[in-house]
């Protein structure tokens, strides 16, 4: 595979999903990581699709490189399906949102409530939610996992998953990512704790069912990744 | 006051309310028309103090400006509260979050709960909140409005607040504007809805006590804020 040009498909920067016009509740995330991986296969000749969002940091434009933003997961759902059918490695290193705001409310109207799951279906008819009371309930909607997803919608395509937890031992750590490697049919999972990044200083695993390898920066943390994807076999 | 350097100070951008260490609710704003008053001000040789956050665009670093990064209400007002007290002028063009989260649980918790109230006192202890439930509900709590605390730190200062609105009547607009001038002290409010904001497109109005006066963008709305204020008497 290593000499042939590839098209990779990757994701950065975090999903926000709308509470309503003016707020919305946002996954932190720069994209400067994807910013890095996605250079890296650029710089080596192969062919780069990036979607991310408004916020993110890109890459400068260039020849190979195609850039489409999303915002939510419905958009990017939309936006990967056709994607992932037509690249052969797909890369995703986004924060998703993995709750959705479905209804937001008083403390009254829950007090008052015969069954707390009929707010479930409530919805806010104001374009931008009135902040008279004291207290705010905000209902919120598991999202779709996009990384369950990637695999339904091409089998073929090699599969790099991300997992981010926050001050876990390496051993919970690698136990989620083994988990996720299994479950999405991923190749590799990218494994990280929060606590461990800061800047460029990027601490992560790499890890498929061969093994496990480690990087300190974000650069680092691409150029293990461009070279694990393109030897593989 | 027209000749004489004065000190402005300005807020602009969104702030974001933290849910856990990955997740927060966001006023979004791009801090762009606070760009544009600011440097209407640096341009005609006063002093600026800009308050505002990471993500927003702001002007490029000169001599007269200096530059504040906060994050949420909490360190907003924190910020605020000495720099009001030595500043001539308030432009508070800022999209403070109204609501700050207090804590997240799943529907289960909430139908067992005996009074709603219980969960008010409530903390997450994870530093990443679990997305197993399909649902979850988050609690929240009304941020201190910070427009309300200028005059009381500073009763001398010009204050000249904002009001969005999404979607409104001019008359709503006007009414929920003039409510503002008065229980705040400004001398001004600038009145906008969502509707009428497109890019450099910012169809806004300017109250004060003795009138109305109008802007069709941002580099207009931030020449009309210096006039009426170096002006004022």
Sequence with gaps: MYNKSMKILITSGGTTEKIDSVRGITNHATGSLGKYIAEMFLQNGHEVTLVTTKEAVKPQKQP??????VSNVDS???TLEPLVKTHDIFIHSMAVSDYTPLYMTDLDEIENAEHISDLLTQQNTESKISSKADYQVLFLKKTPKVISLVKTWNPDIM??????LVNVSKDELFAVARA???KNKAHYIVANDLNEITGTQHHAYLLSENGVTEAETKAELAK?????VTNHD
Tied chains: 1, 2.
């Design 76 to 78: 990017l759902v939309e």
């Design 64 to 69: 190979y490189l195609t850039t489409y933003i």
């Design 180 to 182: 996720s490697l299994k």
């Design 159 to 164: 599969l790099i998953g991300f997992k981010l």
């Design 224 to 228: 293990l990744i461009f070279e694990r």
